[in-house]
């Protein structure tokens, strides 16, 4: 299963963090407000110092807006309104606006639902680094959504946002070098990427290679990190991972166990270091 994942709300922030600074000192007085406004929760106050902004074009402002207007909860999520800010900074080539831009129409908020629009605005996104635009880009590929269906551009994709470090794009490589899609089959790759997802709490990677040292494809087969990684699977909501581990517990001693479970508890509590 692949699967999108949540767009961390800290890139918002740092996209206006590192931008701002180009406003001029009186727009930037105003966007500095309705940045703290925004920082604090007050969604309304951000609106009204940036609406002004926005309707005269100021790419950041417009996004602002369109971020509230699409995550902004009950009170203020208005799917239209998200759309048309979000497609003008979009236009101007903000590459978060565009993968924003994309998601809606993934989703058909504000937009008909259409694949081959968002594919568009993925790829515009996805050359300009953006690891978000990459991820949904690759899985895009890898579905025949919006493209026709081409697993070496999925793994080209997945391959860049994984590189920058997204737990998903690392997942989904893992998927594409184990079923051998756009790259020669290779257990070992597909355990390193699944490996470096799982150390970020990314539960499918952590159930895949628990289920790689159960078989010993890619690992040396180890049946008490198997049961670790399906114990931690399981801990951070792993659908089946937990009747997994349960399985893999009977081809182990009580000894065995206890000392996969203490395995978990260590990984955990280092913080995916001492795993």
């Not at 998200?82 to 080539?93: R, V």
């Not at 946002?161 to 079923?179: F, I, P, R, T």
């Not at 399906?230 to 997994?244: E, R, V, Y």
């Amino acid at each position: 299963m692949r699967t999108l994942g949540n767009s961390p709300l800290t890139l918002l922030v740092a996209m206006f963090i590192s931008t701002a600074s180009l406003l001029s000192a009186s727009a930037y007085a105003d966007y500095e407000e309705g940045q703290n406004a925004f920082n604090n929760g007050d969604y309304a106050t951000a609106i009204v110092e940036w609406e002004p902004l926005a309707e005269e074009g100021d790419l950041y402002a417009q996004f602002g807006l369109g971020f509230i207007y699409k995550n902004g909860g009950s009170l203020y999520q208005n799917y239209n309104e998200a759309a048309k800010w979000l497609q003008l900074a979009a236009e101007q080539g903000l590459d978060v606006a565009q993968y924003y831009v994309a998601t809606m129409y993934v989703n058909g908020e504000g937009v008909p639902l259409d694949y081959s629009e968002a594919a568009k605005w993925l790829q515009l996104a996805a050359e300009q680094s953006n690891p978000l635009a990459q991820r949904l880009l690759g899985l895009m590929y890898a579905n025949g959504e919006g493209v026709l269906q081409n697993y070496r551009e999925a793994t080209k994709w997945s391959r860049l946002a994984a590189e920058q470090g997204d737990d998903v794009a690392q997942y989904n490589l893992g998927l594409h070098y184990a079923n051998g899609e756009g790259v020669l089959q290779n257990y070992r790759e597909a355990a390193k990427w699944y490996r470096l997802a799982a150390a970020q709490g990314n539960a499918s990677a952590e159930y895949n290679l628990g289920s790689m040292y159960v078989t010993g494809e890619g690992v040396l087969q180890d049946f008490a990190r198997a049961h670790m990684w399906l114990n931690i699977a399981a801990a951070n909501g792993g659908d089946t991972a937990a009747d997994a581990r349960n399985l893999v517990a009977e081809l182990m001693t009580p000894t065995q166990i206890e000392q996969a479970q203490e395995m978990a508890r260590n990984c955990l509590n280092s913080g995916y270091v001492d795993c």
